[in-house]
């Protein structure tokens, strides 16, 4: 819903707090609104649960010259109110997922961000981010860190995590200040394409807002009562709430919202030469993809990370879930030139999306020394050398199975290749699997890369071998039982083609 107001020339952007029911939404809001010194405004309430939304109205900070204006609204959690649900969300340029860490909370965490991604997803233009609020971190009981982000990963939703005690306060700033980042990243998209509007919000107010949900009910409180989801108490406070009124949370604001509060320090292991590690605070349209990888970034910001230099070049893991790179040449005395490499980059990644392994993020940052630094960053993805280093553990059919699938998936890859942009590394570690078949997993080559290799069978089958040399001991010492196993897959009917038969033939003389 992002527009430039022009009758007060500043961007307005809508932050939505979402989560399950007593996870701490309304919480979040007062403990932001107090922080803020900014008033909240709850138009419904039954038993203490937020029927409508609350509301929280506030100007801080600049975006490209302009003030930015921040509609800050929390959704009702409750199932029979999930329509209403639904159509703040829509709205949203940001989302805060207020987390419930307890143990019964955390099942029903996976349900409602199952289902905010199924409503983001009909969102049309740039990604709409997410800030998952781990909330209640105080619980002796909490739901482990680690448990959070594998139900992340398994959701496929590329998210921050911030931790919070809402009851306290802790965390809720920093949640918020993210999801203004992320918001204004969308709205610089949406600028780029010509997708940002000039005009005067349809939803000024708290007023406005409520007429506009009550507009869009219009008799659906009343067939809710037929059906026995709402009870005719929770029906008259629903029609009966027409005071926006609320007791103003005044609190004198400790800090702009443009210089956060500093988080958790990153505990480098280097030289003291390295350069600047690059965070989420990096201006607008020094990051891509702006939402994903802004949330990216904010995650290794709070990560161990290992930064060597190599050649000139310097790259780290971080918590062996991606991989940090930047090469020697790309440090740049002008911005705006690292900025038309940036973009340059960004293209070549688009272009080759089809092969490349999904999650990335390339980002400029100063490196700490009045220059500018070009990274990128590689979900860490199972390679084809860890995928055959982890079977020459194991027995000979599940040597011989692994060696063959992933010397069909690199010559796959080698074929694929070929439409790239530009010269890919074809190796082991660069190569791995994907539901549509080989991918690419390594670091994409500068911009200035050479065209891509055309490769012939054969000359991928001599690389394919080249790169096996590490695992031909192993392979010798059970040599007899591999070739039976090799043998009794060569009898199965989808292995029969000239190409299939020629890649065993090869394998077998290596062995």
């Known amino acids: 819903m992002a527009v430039i107001d022009p009758n007060d020339d500043c961007v307005v952007i809508r932050i939505v707090y979402d989560g399950a029911p007593m996870a701490g939404k309304t919480t979040s809001v007062a403990a932001l609104g107090r922080g ?114 594998s139900m992340l990963d398994e959701l496929l939703l590329p998210t921050a995590i911030v931790e919070s005690v809402a ?19 969308r709205v610089r998209e949406l600028t780029r394409s010509g997708a940002l509007k000039t005009v005067r919000p349809n939803v000024n107010s708290a007023d406005d ?29 629903l029609q009966g709430s027409g005071s926006l009124a609320s007791d103003a949370l005044q609190e004198a604001m400790q800090s702009n919202l ?61 918590d062996r879930r991606w991989s940090l790179h930047s090469a020697a040449d790309a440090v740049f005395d002008d911005v705006e030139a690292g900025r038309t490499e940036l973009v340059q980059w960004a293209r070549m990644h688009a272009a080759n999306s089809e092969i490349i392994s999904k999650q990335r993020c390339i980002v400029l940052a100063s490196d700490g020394r009045g220059r500018f630094r070009l990274w990128q960053l590689v979900r860490s993805e199972p390679s084809l050398r860890s995928r055959i280093e982890a079977a020459l ?57 050479p065209p891509p290799r055309r490769w012939l069978v054969a000359q991928a089958t001599d690389a394919l071998l080249s790169e096996l040399e590490f695992a031909r001991p192993t392979l010798q010492a059970h040599r007899s039982s591999v070739l039976a196993e090799l043998a009794k897959i060569a009898r ?10 020629h890649l065993l033939q090869r394998l077998a003389a290596f062995i």
Not at 415 to 441: D, I, K, N, Q, W
Request: charged share 20%; net charge negative; aromatic share 6%.
């Open 167 to 185: 009851t306290e306060g802790a965390g809720i700033r920093e949640a918020f200040v993210f999801a203004v980042r992320l918001a204004l990243d």
């Open 393 to 449: 553990l194991a027995d000979a059919a599940v040597i011989a199975t692994a060696v063959l699938s992933s010397a069909r998936a690199f010559l796959e890859m080698a074929e694929r290749s070929a439409a790239a942009t530009c010269e890919l590394p074809l190796t082991l570690h660069t190569t791995g699997f994907s539901t549509s078949g080989a991918m690419y997993v390594g670091n994409l080559p500068a911009s200035s890369a």
């Open 492 to 501: 199965h009917p989808g292995f029969q083609t000239r190409a299939h038969w």
């Open 36 to 149: 803020l010194g900014v008033g909240v405004h709850s138009p419904a309430e039954y038993s203490g649960r937020t029927l409508y939304f609350d509301w929280l109205d506030y100007t801080g900070g600049l975006f490209e010259g302009r003030r930015i204006r921040c509609q800050i609204v929390s959704v009702p959690g409750q199932a029979t109110l999930a329509p209403r649900r639904r159509r703040l969300l829509q709205s949203a340029d940001a989302v805060v997922f207020v987390g419930d860490s307890s143990p019964a909370g955390f099942a029903a965490d996976r349900r409602y961000l199952g289902g905010l991604c199924g409503v983001l997803r009909e969102v049309s233009g740039p990604p709409v981010g997410i800030v998952f609020q781990a909330n209640k971190r105080d619980l002796a009981d909490a739901t482990p860190l680690d448990r959070v982000r």
């Open 209 to 237: 807002l409520l007429n506009e949900l009550r507009g869009a009910e219009a008799g659906a409180l009343d067939l809710a009562v037929a059906s026995g989801r709402l009870e005719h108490t929770q029906l008259h406070e």
């Open 258 to 318: 443009d210089s956060p509060r500093a988080s958790a320090p990153t505990t480098v292991a280097t030289s003291t030469a390295s350069p600047a590690i690059p965070d989420e605070k990096v201006a607008s349209g020094m990051v891509w993809p702006p939402v994903e990888g802004r949330t990216i970034l904010h995650e290794i910001a709070r990560a161990t990370i290992n930064l060597q230099p190599a050649d000139g070049s310097w790259c780290g893991d971080v």
